[in-house]
């Protein structure tokens, strides 16, 4: 696919959710693996990832995501009962 010198960057897409739903499942793969699970090359799934348009999705998607683990998290603990400190006099 040639590329547009006015667009050097893919438009985001349908498929780019894979990918974006791949990333966040998988944060510490490289994107080598992303490129085989998807079926893309690595320079492709380079080029869709480092997109600006996919950065401000993943961004937006990620924050919600990191704000909903944190939630959890803190629900979580808050069910704990932690055991009363003794005052010694």
């Known amino acids: 696919m040639t590329t547009n010198p006015e667009r050097p960057h893919p438009r985001f897409n349908r498929r780019h959710l894979g990918i974006l739903a791949w990333l966040l499942e998988h944060p ?6 992303c490129a085989e699970a998807m079926g893309y090359s690595r320079s ?4 869709i990832v480092n997109s600006p348009e996919f950065r401000e ?7 919600e995501e ?5 939630r959890r998290r803190f629900e979580a603990y808050s069910t704990i009962t932690k055991p009363k400190r003794r005052r010694f006099k």
């Open 44 to 47: 492709w799934v380079s080029r």
């Open 28 to 33: 510490s793969a490289p994107l080598r693996e």
């Open 57 to 63: 999705r993943f961004q937006a998607i990620a924050t």
């Open 66 to 70: 990191l704000k909903a683990a944190v």
